[in-house]
């Protein structure tokens, strides 16, 4: 079973921010989250992963609260491309391989 | 870099058949990881190799087997395949195992079983 919580869907504005929010209750010590996201007829993508402290790349900054609970995937300017499912999983190190996707949370970015 | 290449890219079998799907990983990448897709149960994790050895296993039936080359390529095999086989099977590859590099997915073969 999936440890983590998403609503099944959002939309949002292009151009405007996209704050995608998981909960992550029983997350462990060694447990990293992770962000893929996967576009119609393609497969997953990876856009993030962080620990504890807050994470940022060219795609997206990944906001994890400070008792790891829960955390946010903020895409800062939305587009059209970013339409998808986007999937937050929580996962050992050592088991990066093995990863339990849920089912994740529609993103539809609207003109 | 090429990314992760999967092929075929669809397939149609019938039941009782076999088949065999091929992935490159990225070049470097010495972990492969098998998933399969399907609208009722989403995403789950067949197996993983790592340097020609196969390092973890999902719940799936005995039917379903892989194998890792010396350069990293992978197959996976089908035995006797049923109706519920047809899905998206998505290949993926990283870096290193038991560490955090993530994975970096192909885009799968869309097999159907009729």
């Known amino acids: 079973d999936a440890k983590t919580t998403q609503p099944p869907s959002m939309d949002c504005a292009e151009g405007r921010a996209a704050n995608l929010p998981c909960n992550h209750s029983t997350i462990s010590g060694n447990e990293y989250v992770y962000w893929y996201r996967q576009i119609h007829s393609q497969g997953p993508q990876y856009i993030i992963h962080g620990l504890k402290n807050n994470e940022t790349n060219e795609m997206a900054s990944l906001i994890i609260t400070e008792d790891r609970k829960s955390s946010t995937l903020i895409l800062p300017h939305a587009t059209l491309r970013d339409t998808a499912v986007y999937y937050c999983?929580?996962?050992?190190?050592?088991?990066?391989?093995?990863?339990?996707f849920g089912k994740g949370i529609t993103l539809s970015v609207r003109p | 870099k090429a990314g992760v290449t999967q092929t075929p890219r669809y397939l149609i079998k019938t039941r009782g058949q076999q088949v065999t799907l091929s992935c490159s990983p990225i070049?470097?990448?010495?972990?492969v990881s098998w998933y399969q897709q399907t609208p009722g149960q989403g995403l789950q994790f067949l197996f993983e190799?790592?340097?020609?050895?196969?390092?973890n296993k999902g719940n799936f039936p005995g039917r379903f087997s892989g194998r890792q080359f010396s350069n990293s390529r992978s197959e996976m095999n089908v035995s006797t395949l049923e109706l519920g086989d047809s899905a998206l099977y998505l290949c993926?590859?990283?870096?290193?195992?038991?560490?955090?590099?993530?994975?970096?997915f192909g885009n799968g073969t869309r097999l159907t079983v009729t």
């Open positions: 999983i929580v996962s050992e190190a050592g088991a990066n391989s093995k990863l339990t």
């Open positions: 993926a590859s990283s870096h290193q195992t038991g560490v955090s590099s993530p994975l970096h």
């Open positions: 070049s470097g990448h010495r972990s």
């Open positions: 190799y790592f340097s020609e050895t196969q390092r």
